[in-house]
């Protein structure tokens, strides 16, 4: 919707607000706000979607003046907190007025009953201090850093930067990043000293410093209490019920809503419950990226979904010398590094959305990580029926995957055990192959930068939902999010998830093994419910692990590119890989040796990002 800006401290200053809220005005091309008070500046760039008039402008205060807010998200339950809020005298028909007005009644436990994603900072003038949150699920960003005895917080990391924050390389999460293809997965970001709110989180600060975040949500806990049939079709219509009322809430807006399709099982069920719910589904069109290679293009699956429901389809296909073109726009819009050709794939194709006057642009993301989607996630189930002795069904699900010979079986039963394990996967591809190099680093940096992998969370008793829960929390899910809010607020899109209302996780978290992985099948319950909605095609179509021909450019027309990027004086002179290892890796490579190409990505990207945020300046 937005994009926020702000510090409080003694050195408090509304010109440096305005010059930091100016860097992000692509998040909201329809207008400015700024506001300040003794210790206290705020800025606001608004994308125009819920109460499109002057009314719902930001920064907002209570008419008594004691709280004032800039909000960034939307809180798509709003219309049901008014009805809770019956005194208040409405100015606007805005959500940032009810998030308003439920801080001030209900203080930070207001944060409990939103539905949506945001991330907000709220002055208390009677108290002095400084309150900051973000959404369950981290949709909506919030940096922040401290800066000569001051805290500054912002939507993307080029506002601090523009305020002064150092542009100094973290290279703990830099040896991640290039060991383990792992990334995201804290507060930390790829700048040292600039941090990002973690999800479901708030924070107080005071006199320009910040309390220890306090966290307001457990997916385990809520999930644990959820009762389940034992009624596999009354749990499918519960299922298709939550997605429903989910697509439902995220279809409020005052301006045109599309959908991007990428001809998958989840937004092709997306589109047939839009259809359900939209009173008039035909406005809402659909948009899609496809290659001209066919083995990677999803544009038949999309097709046929349009066909199906008779809607409008917009195609953009990306080249191999559109991919390179693009690299060092979509590495600044991006602010740090990310994960190559899929991503520039989607910038294109918000930029698309844009072009046809579509404000905001629903996807499916969420049933994945929410129903075991991935490839990777089959082993820990088979660990788990290992673990329960449930061996009937162990082999019941080798067989169905076709993993049958000894020597098949001796790589599963592998598997299974690394599944166990809480960190063994790390940096593996849906695949399960490795998409990295670390045999090439420079000893010195990883003698310097090495640092052992954290030990994460396991809220679940069993090694799937924990397997799942990571994704969601810390590796897969927080990267997206990341990559697609900056493509689509780079062009002032709004992306909306309705899959990831955390209503919905929560059911999907309850739900039992068989759901989510049965006979050799992912995402078992959501493929039984669609029955009534999709054609066996698109419902039953398998999860397709390589999205674009991006190993074929790099070995093909782009291998001299590939090259050109990488072997340069600057980039071995960062320190950051062997120069000999480096260039033995890229000559094998384009030589026909593996099968992954994203260690070549990550150094060309990171060459990227370093001249353009290390060295260089953005716009």
């Not at 991006?550 to 070995?555: G, I």
Request: charged share 25%; proline share 5%; hydrophobic share 40%.
């Amino acid at each position: 919707m937005c994009g926020i800006a702000g510090m409080t401290g003694a050195g408090s200053d509304i010109n440096l607000v305005a010059r930091m809220n100016d860097s992000i005005r692509h998040r909201g091309p329809d207008g400015d706000g700024l506001w300040s008070a003794p210790g206290v500046a705020f800025g606001h760039r608004r994308l125009r979607i819920i109460d499109l008039s002057e009314a719902g402008r930001q920064p907002m205060s209570t008419p008594d003046g004691r709280y004032t807010i800039i909000f960034n998200g939307e809180v798509y339950n709003y219309i049901e907190l008014r009805a809770e809020l019956p005194d208040v005298r409405w100015r606007s028909k805005s959500d940032t007025e009810v998030i308003l007005h439920a801080y001030a009644r209900w203080g930070a436990d207001a944060l409990k009953k939103f539905v949506g994603m945001y991330a907000l900072a709220i002055w208390d003038e009677q108290e002095r201090e400084l309150f900051v949150a973000r959404d369950r699920l981290g949709i909506k960003p919030l940096y922040y850093t401290h800066l000569d005895g001051n805290f500054l917080f912002a939507s993307e990391i080029r506002a601090l930067l523009t305020a002064g924050a150092q542009r100094t390389v973290n290279e703990r999460v830099l040896y991640d990043f290039l060991a383990r293809d792992f990334y995201e997965h804290n507060d930390e970001t790829f700048f040292e000293g600039i941090y990002k709110l973690p999800p479901a989180s708030w924070m107080r600060v005071r006199d320009g410093r910040a309390e220890t975040p306090h966290t307001y949500w457990s997916l385990a806990d809520e999930a644990a209490q959820i009762a389940v049939s034992a009624d596999p079709a009354e749990r499918e219509e519960t299922l298709l019920a939550l997605c429903r009322d989910a697509v439902d809430l995220h279809l409020r807006s005052d301006v045109p809503v599309g959908i991007a399709l990428s001809g998958g099982l989840d937004s092709a069920t997306l589109l047939c419950l839009l259809d359900q719910v939209h009173p008039d589904p035909t406005r809402v069109e659909a948009f899609s990226f496809a290659f001209a290679e066919a083995q990677y293009s999803e544009r038949p699956f999309v097709e046929i979904m349009a066909q199906q429901t008779g809607r409008r389809a917009h195609f953009v296909e990306m080249s191999a010398h559109q991919f390179a073109d693009s690299a060092a726009k979509y590495t600044e819009s991006q602010e740090e590094p990310y994960a190559g050709a899929p991503i520039s794939a989607y910038a294109m194709c918000y930029e698309q959305v844009r072009a046809h006057d579509f404000i905001v642009v629903m996807d499916g993301s969420g049933i994945d990580e929410g129903l075991a989607g991935y490839g990777r996630f089959q082993p820990a189930h088979w660990a788990d029926l290992f673990n329960a002795g449930r061996f009937d069904v162990l082999e019941a699900e080798l067989n169905a995957g076709g993993i049958t010979t000894p020597e098949k079986r001796a790589r599963a039963f592998e598997q299974m055990f690394n599944a166990s394990r809480p960190h063994s996967d790390v940096g593996m591809g849906q695949d399960l192959t490795t998409s990295i190099r670390p045999d090439c680093l420079n000893p010195d940096f990883v003698a310097a930068a090495h640092t052992p992998i954290p030990a994460f969370e396991r809220p679940f008793g069993d090694n799937l939902r924990n397997l799942m829960y990571r994704e969601l929390r810390y590796t897969k899910l927080p990267r997206a999010l990341r990559f697609r809010d900056r493509l689509s607020m780079a062009v002032g899109t709004e992306l909306r998830p309705p899959f990831l209302d955390h209503r919905l996780l929560a059911y999907e978290f309850a739900l039992p093994a068989e759901d989510r992985i049965y006979n050799g099948t992912s995402k078992a319950i959501l493929r039984r419910a669609a029955a009534r909605l999709l054609p066996d095609a698109v419902r039953m179509a398998s999860k397709r692990s390589v999205q674009t021909p991006q190993r074929e450019w790099f070995r093909g027309e782009l291998k001299d590119w590939v090259r050109e990027r990488i072997d340069t004086p600057s980039f071995w002179a960062r320190g950051w890989v062997d120069p000999d290892k480096g260039r033995a890796a890229i000559e094998g490579f384009i030589a026909g040796e593996g099968d992954n190409s994203f260690f070549l990505w990550q150094w060309i990207n990171l060459e990227l990002w370093a001249e353009t945020f290390l060295e260089g300046s953005f716009a």
